[in-house]
T-cell receptor, first 115, second 112 residues
């Protein structure tokens, strides 16, 4: 399978705990996006990487959220001191720089439940 | 910033045609995309318009009017499997890169 993969698919945690999600994009894609989606809403932009550089971070993200993409390959999204409001689906998407189709390739997402 | 508006729900009969509209406000507009998402699934790309006019891909067509900041997705010969949420998404140039912002989605229910 050469699609975008995310791990874990589901995570249940207690409030105050830290969680980390991993995304492996399509290998030749240099652009990587993180989105958050809650029930009945569209994906909300969180952050964007071009290769290893984090070019934008949404104002939605508090300082409890951090993302990395070492070596421009896989990416991790960490949430520290989780709150119940962090419960959502965290989606990763990748695309090839320079393409003109606007297509993002999404992973199946990591669903976070904070108790 | 960017904002997109689309209807929250649409119901249509199997075999019929349905149009889902999207209006947007953004700076640095690059193009308009459409995505389909089934319950519990990931969004999947349907179409992209960078220029005015109609793009056709099988039963799905997408239209863009840049001057009106408006687009629509047209689904023909509706099938039960088309029941899903449909999102329009604006690609815009932000800080030198292509940012993709999604609307809140239209839940399509296809009935027999």
């Amino acid at each position: 399978d050469t699609g975008v993969s995310q791990d874990p698919r589901h995570k249940i945690t207690k409030r105050g705990q830290n969680v980390t999600f991993r995304c492996d994009p399509i290998s030749e894609h240099n652009r990587l996006y993180w989105y958050r989606q809650t029930l009945g809403q569209g994906p909300e932009f969180l952050t964007y990487f071009q290769n290893e550089a984090q070019l934008e971070k949404s104002r939605l993200l508090s300082d409890r959220f951090s993302a990395e993409r070492p070596k421009g390959s896989f990416s991790t999204l960490e949430i520290q001191r989780t709150e119940q409001g962090d419960s959502a689906m965290y989606l990763c998407a990748s695309s090839q720089g320079g393409q003109s189709t606007g297509e993002l390739f999404f992973g199946e997402g990591s669903r976070l439940t904070v108790l | 910033g960017q904002s997109l508006e689309q209807p929250s729900e649409v119901t249509a009969v199997e075999g019929a045609i349905v149009q889902i509209n999207c209006t947007y406000q953004t700076s640095g507009f690059y193009g308009l995309s459409w995505y389909q998402q089934h319950d519990g699934g990931a969004p999947t790309f349907l179409s992209y318009n960078a220029l005015d006019g109609l793009e056709e891909t099988g039963r799905f067509s997408s239209f863009l009017s840049r001057s009106d900041s408006y687009g629509y997705l047209l689904l023909q010969e509706l099938q039960m499997k088309d029941s899903a949420s449909y999102f329009c998404a604006v690609s815009s140039l932000s800080g030198g890169y292509q940012k993709v912002t999604f609307g809140t989605g239209t839940k399509l229910q296809v009935i027999p």
